[in-house]
Every structure is written in C-alpha cells, then in structure tokens.
T-cell receptor, first 114, second 110 residues
Framework: KAGVTQTPRYLIKTRGQQVTLSCSPISGHRSVSWYQQTPGQGLQFLFEYFSETQRNKGNFPGRFSGRQFSNSRSEMNVSTLELGDSALYLC?????????????FGDGTRLSIL | DQQVKQNSPSLSVQEGRISILNCDYTNSMFDYFLWYKKYPAEGPTFLISISSIKDKNEDGRFTVFLNKSAKHLSLHIVPSQPGDSAVYFCAAPWAGKSTFGDGTTLTVKP
C-alpha cells in the first residue's frame, strides 16, 4: 500500500512569491491535514480537509490556504511568502480524521524563502 | 498557550537501558494521546497510543503510561536500541486537530 506522497520534496522561493504544495493521501483515506514544522518546534496545525471541505483550521493567516479534490488529493497554497514561512510542511492522512486514530505522514516539503 | 509540552529537548541513554520520555498537557478534555517517532528527512510515524480510559498501554518494547490527575504521560522504551535514536513527539487530538509537543531528541549510544 503506497504511503502519503508529498511533492516537491524541496522548494526555494523568494519573498513575495507564492507556492503550491501537493499531497496524495493513502488510498481510501478521506482526511488530509497539513502541519508546519519550524526548527526546534513541534508540528503546528494548519488545516484539515475531509471530502473536499475544510473541516478544521489552525491559527495561521489567510495567506495560507488549501483545497482537496474529489480523489482526496490535497494542495496547500501560501501567497506573499515571508522569510518566516521557511519550514517543513507535512501532510497527514487518515480514514476519518485525527480525533481518534493515528495519522499517516508524508516525508514533507522543505520550503526555503530567500 | 502550549497545551502539550515536552520539557526535555534531548535525552541520551546507553544501549540496553531504559529510555523515559515525558509529556505534560493542560487541557483536561484531551482523552486520547499518541506518540510519533521521526527520523531526519522523513515524516513522523505512529508509535503507540493510549486512551484516557486506560493508564497503560504496551506494545513490545514500548509502553505508554497516562496519569490523568497529573495530566502527564510518559513513553518507556526497554531495552533501548541505537535504531531508536530519533525525535519523539507526543500528540493530543481534540476537536478535529492534533496538538503536538515540541519533541524530544533521543540518542541511544552503543
């Protein structure tokens, strides 16, 4: 069974640009969550999508957005990039959501802002 | 307000000995906890979980203890192996999102 796939693995952008990250969940998983991890920090929850609808949202500015397609694949978009957006972005999938079951993580996209 | 805290950024133990990783939480509504392990350049992988109706859950070398009155959980690894060297995160899912601690880097020396 294929795991969670995130593309690209590495990305370099400059301030002011925008970026789109992609996540393909495990087949059959309908919930996809996105997290940001900065050095020395835990994973900060960005948002969760379930059946193409944003179901939960963390405390991030509106520059961070996402969507989910009918095949459960998800994309995350960050507009007007800032230096502080440099981080590892992880996506995680599960059957029904994070509340009572483990999540399966991809290996992340390392985003560097110059 | 950090609702899940791992106060030890790092831990070093000798191979064969016990590793104890700690995690504290503040939200008394949390009723399910997980531990994840993360190697460099890889995403976190699920290790073990515990529901608040239990105070202990065991899976091979890994045991998680939950003390609800103290709002504290711990992960015990016995015996520790060099391959256990990784960053360990505790997590508490609630209201549709998971709150993670900042992680503890475990180094197991041969």
């Amino acid at each position: 069974k294929a795991g969670v796939t995130q593309t690209p693995r590495y990305l370099i952008k400059t301030r002011g640009q925008q970026v789109t990250l992609s996540c393909s969940p495990i087949s059959g998983h309908r919930s996809v969550s996105w997290y940001q991890q900065t050095p020395g920090q835990g994973l900060q929850f960005l948002f969760e999508y379930f059946s193409e609808t944003q179901r939960n949202k963390g405390n991030f500015p509106g520059r961070f957005s996402g969507r989910q397609f009918s095949n459960s694949r998800s994309e995350m978009n960050v507009s007007t990039l800032e230096l502080g957006d440099s981080a590892l972005y992880l996506c995680a999938s599960s059957l029904g959501g994070a509340s009572n079951q483990p999540q399966h993580f991809g290996d992340g996209t390392r985003l560097s802002i110059l | 307000d950090q609702q899940v805290k791992q106060n030890s950024p790092s831990l070093s133990v000798q191979e064969g000995r016990i590793s104890i990783l700690n995690c504290d939480y503040t939200n008394s509504m949390f009723d399910y906890f997980l531990w994840y392990k993360k190697y460099p350049a890889e995403g976190p992988t699920f290790l073990i979980s515990i529901s608040s109706i239990k105070d202990k859950n065991e899976d091979g070398r890994f045991t998680v203890f939950l003390n609800k009155s103290a709002k504290h959980l711990s992960l015990h690894i016995v015996p520790s192996q060099p391959g256990d060297s990784a960053v360990y995160f505790c997590a508490a899912p609630w209201a549709g999102k998971s709150t993670f601690g900042d992680g503890t880097t475990l180094t197991v020396k041969p």
